[in-house]
């Protein structure tokens, strides 16, 4: 591991200037990915700006009828919450597929939409990965690619989100609250919050140089049935090979974000459209443009079986 050095911030505004002020800053919170990967040298910041103490560790109703969860809000306590359970159910489901108990206790609202993919490309800091050294080439698009996306994928970048909450929180229309260097405050819709890869796979969510992430806040409940399902190689301690998060009323309408797929949570109204229709035509839909490779083409017949599961169980 590369020396840093290292603060305690004191507000949210400080924390946000201490970030635009030095080239390589990072914020830690619970620190369960930012220090793997500083430890294995793919993460090298110079200073890091501990956010522990700023006091964004709470849930609370808003006057539209939904919730504002805090930033620093652990996952556990996240997933345990009264309100989250009863009104939310489908975020408390993914939290809980998440990881590991251990871990959940550490993990934050904002590292969790923030962690990094685990594309083992990305990893081995011997094979060239964009998303790692911009330039360098992508090695899992001729690698093995079976875990790796088929969707909204380019010619630098084949790699998958990994958050489980993140499902959850796209198929619920959630936004992400957010505070800049300058002190402005921002409200970025969950849909628009992740980047596709294009040419650039390092970028990969919209905050600007120095912004924090202050809260993540639910809309008023929309009720129905909420159903999160995942698919992995082993029950604990592996990410989706596929996920399927959805919200599906009694009429058969809803909706419906795919993990596992893309380099964000996936998710389109005109698939949500079809769901009365069943999974295959939603999962034509949802996966139009994919591009598949010979390792990892099994993924469009695995999305359409899992969604065919979740509307299963949907109608009891």
């Not at 094979?127 to 969707?151: E, H, T, W, Y």
Request: glycine share 10%; hydrophobic share 40%.
């Amino acid at each position: 591991m590369k020396s840093f050095t290292y603060e305690r911030a004191t507000s949210v505004e400080a924390a946000a200037k201490a970030a635009a002020s030095h080239d390589a800053a990072r914020f830690i919170a619970g620190g369960t990915n930012l220090l793997d990967l500083m430890k294995l040298e793919i993460e090298t910041p110079t200073h890091l700006i501990d956010v522990n103490t700023l006091g964004l560790d709470t849930i609370e109703a808003t006057p539209e009828g939904g919730l504002r969860i805090g930033a620093l809000v652990r996952n556990t306590d996240l997933a345990a919450d009264e309100r989250v359970r009863r009104d939310y159910g489908l975020l408390s489901r993914a939290l809980l597929a998440g990881a590991s108990g251990q871990l959940r206790n550490k993990a934050t609202t904002a590292g969790n939409l923030l962690q990094r993919t685990r594309c083992p490309y990305f990893y081995d800091t011997n094979q060239p990965c964009n998303k790692r050294q911009p330039g360098s080439g992508c090695s899992a698009i001729d690698g093995f690619s079976r875990q790796l996306g088929i969707v909204g994928i380019s010619s630098s970048c084949i790699a998958t989100h990994p958050s489980d909450m993140a499902i959850a929180m796209r198929a619920l229309d959630a936004v992400v609250e957010t505070v800049g260097a300058d002190g402005a405050k921002r409200s970025i819709p969950i849909a628009d919050f992740h980047r596709l890869p294009g040419d650039t796979p390092h970028i990969e969510t919209e905050l600007k140089k120095g912004e924090i992430i202050t809260a993540v806040v639910l809309p008023k409940p929309i009720g129905g049935k909420q159903i999160y399902r995942k698919v992995r190689d082993r029950a604990s301690y592996a990410f989706a090979l596929i996920s399927v998060g959805a919200v599906i009323q009694p009429d058969g309408t809803g909706r419906v974000a795919v993990g596992g797929v893309a380099h964000k949570p996936w998710r389109l109204d005109a698939a949500d459209e079809d769901l009365p229709s069943g999974a295959g035509r939603v999962t034509r839909r949802l996966l139009l443009d994919a591009e598949p490779t010979e390792h990892n083409a099994y993924k469009v017949k695995l999305v359409e079986r899992t969604l065919g599961a979740v509307l299963a169980e949907a109608k009891g």
